[in-house]
């Protein structure tokens, strides 16, 4: 996620650099004499896991329709730079791109990109989640197709919590005999064993699965705070170091504690006027981002997205916060016996009982280039690539279609999707391009002892003076004061 973002920042402060990678034409699918009958299309990207994606939807297009499509993988540097040359030369001009949907606004304003017409009417949410199609409108117009996305979820292990699931309802059901035995009981202790043949009786009574999957679903966390409430409620299973454990140096796996309330550019993300990163309700949340290291002890430097993954794999954590890749990484695991259960994935909408959480996005889109040959037959292939082809995504690339399906390859994959649909994407403005450098930076000291009020204030005045041109200073709001179940003193 960091070099993706960083590459974007380098797109918009560095001149345009030296051209490289040519144009290859795609030999799948083509026609036994090797004619074509309808023309011809070019296709540029950055991401090499898209090229068997792109290279299969290419044959099958040009089957279908007779457009032959050639494809060429650039380097993400100076990646619109590099359009902009081959498009004002008019040599291997690309038709079509695919761009990240931040980089909108500079592809639109350095004429780049045309609205697309959208004849057959697709951007919706009858196809695609209003995320992204949020993600590819700019001032009104819709910019491009949404191909795919990354976000971060919230993944546990369905195994842990169906047996802290059934521990509680044998632990229920002993207090309960003990009860009745007239026993002295203390109910924060339960004893496992318990005198009396009614104890004993129920003991030994086996839990069903009906009644553990059901138990399950009342104690897995809703919301952000639910996940430090569960782990002072429960005892960790056999073998966990760890509740819960996430690559706190990424701020894709971090702004779902504060990012509904750091509003950059609005619902569109393309409006210089609407900034308000600076408030109580984004304080409130990075104080409780603060209080999950407290409470969980992570060290930034002994993190990181493989060590995570490995960690929760070898069961030694029951929840963690990574991406679509990782739980297809996990779900590899799972067919190749070295993680041993199953695993799920919970959308988290709520920071707590009044304020929302929402996961970061980011949305990579087909783009029609306006100094392309044939902008409509462009736009056909754009649609093609993002809708018509788009049940091949995962297959070809392990990454989620931005199109919405009835099958998916592991069933947690349908809640990855739901977070998206609820997730915020990065915001269009060229002079925020740094904001998600300067928010990591921000994240980052607040996770390691910094003040929140003080680091909050900093962040949003540098991107307000960035955005507007001129100095920007922000009056001082008091700090809101934590007062969630976790803080409470203990007895």
């Known amino acids: ?126 196809y695609y989640p209003m995320s992204a199609v949020n993600a590819v409108t700019y001032k009104g117009e819709k910019l491009g197709y949404p191909v795919e996305f990354e976000t971060a979820l919230l993944m546990y292990n369905e195994t842990y919590l169906e047996q802290i699931a059934e521990k509680t309802i044998q632990d229920e059901r002993n207090l309960k005999a003990a009860e009745e035995a007239g026993e002295e009981i203390d109910a924060g202790n339960v004893e496992e064993e318990s005198t009396g043949d009614s104890a004993d009786d129920i003991e030994n009574q086996p839990v069903s699965k009906e009644e553990i999957l059901k138990r399950r679903d009342e104690i897995i966390p809703t919301s952000v705070v639910g996940i430090l409430d569960f782990a002072n409620s429960y005892d960790a299973p056999e073998g966990v170091e760890s509740f819960l454990k996430w690559n706190v140096n990424d701020i894709m796996f971090n702004y779902f504690f504060a990012g509904s309330y750091m509003n950059v550019g609005g619902e569109f993300g393309d409006t210089k006027e609407e900034v308000d990163i600076y408030n109580s309700d984004a304080m409130y949340g990075l104080s409780i981002f603060r209080d999950f290291n407290q409470f969980f002890s992570m060290d930034s430097k002994e993190i990181s997205y493989d060590s995570v993954l490995d960690d929760f794999i070898a069961g030694r954590t029951v929840f963690t916060v990574t991406d679509a890749k990782g739980a297809g990484i996990v779900a590899k695991a799972i067919e190749d016996g070295s993680f041993k259960g199953e695993f799920g994935v919970t959308t988290i909408g709520m920071l707590n009982s009044n304020l929302r959480s929402k996961m970061l996005s980011v949305t990579d889109c087909a783009v029609v280039n306006a100094y392309g040959s044939n902008i409509e037959e462009a736009e056909k292939f754009a649609k093609f690539v993002s809708l018509d082809y788009s049940e091949n995504m995962y297959a070809r690339t392990g990454k989620m279609s931005a199109v919405k399906h009835e099958n998916y390859a592991f069933p947690a994959m349908e809640q990855i999707y739901e977070t998206y649909e609820n997730s915020e994407s990065l915001p269009k403005i060229i002079e925020s391009s740094n904001y998600w450098v300067l928010a990591e930076l921000c994240f980052s ?34 700090t809101p004061e934590v007062t969630e179940s976790y803080t409470e003193e203990s007895d």
């Open 1 to 126: 996620m960091l070099k993706k973002v960083i590459s974007v920042f380098l797109l918009a402060a560095l001149c345009a650099g030296l051209i490289y990678g040519n144009f290859y034409t795609h030999t799948k699918g083509s026609a036994s004499d090797g004619t074509v009958s309808g023309g011809m299309l070019n296709i540029m990207y950055t991401d090499d896991s898209m090229t068997d994606y792109l290279s299969d939807a290419a044959a099958t297009y040009e089957n279908e329709y007779g457009i032959k499509v050639n494809l060429c993988l650039k380097g993400g540097l100076e990646y619109l730079e590099q359009i902009q040359e081959l498009s004002v030369k008019g040599t291997e001009c690309p038709d079509v791109y695919l761009l990240s949907s931040e980089s909108l606004e500079k592809a639109y304003l350095s004429g780049l990109c045309v609205p697309v017409k959208d004849k057959e009417s697709v951007l919706n949410t009858s």
């Open 445 to 478: 000291k607040v996770w390691n002892g910094a003040d929140v009020n003080d680091s909050l204030r900093e962040l949003s005045e540098k991107v307000k003076s960035e955005i507007s041109g001129a100095e920007v200073t922000e009056d001082v709001i008091e």
